[in-house]
Nanobody, 118 residues
Framework: QVQLVESGGGLVQPGGSLRLSCAAS????????MGWYRQAPGKERELVAI???????NYADSVKGRFTISRDNAKSTVYLQMNSLKPEDTAVYYC????????????WGQGTQVTVSS
């Protein structure tokens, strides 16, 4: 069983920073990618950043230059450093782990709330 546990969300003023963490545990193999998504109330979940095992990272246009995704392979943990936060960044943030090759399985964290006051 694979589980993803998120932490680091909270309330922050515009222009502030937060760092989200997502720790994976369980039987993990053949990691294809780790990424972050977010979902605002009443909105669809959208991609924020993704880090493929092979290839360059990708960011949503709305967060480029402000957010940075990274990971610690030894700890099976992925991070999202969020700087210059804006009110429109307010959402529940979810990490995702994709495993497999050709046939993939996605695992999701429980979500962590990020609120940027206006």
């Amino acid at each position: 069983q694979v589980q993803l546990v998120e932490s680091g969300g909270g309330l922050v003023q515009p222009g502030g920073s937060l760092r989200l963490s997502c720790a994976a545990s369980g039987r993990i193999s053949s990691i294809n990618a780790m990424g972050w998504y977010r979902q605002a109330p009443g909105k669809e979940r959208e991609l924020v950043a993704i880090m493929p095992s092979g290839g360059s990272t990708n960011y949503a246009d709305s967060v480029k230059g402000r957010f940075t995704i990274s990971r610690d392979n030894a700890k099976s943990t992925v991070y999202l450093q969020m700087n210059s936060l804006k009110p429109e960044d307010t959402a529940v943030y979810y990490c995702k782990l994709r495993v497999g090759y050709a046939i993939f399985t996605d695992y999701w964290g429980q979500g962590t709330q990020v609120t940027v006051s206006s």
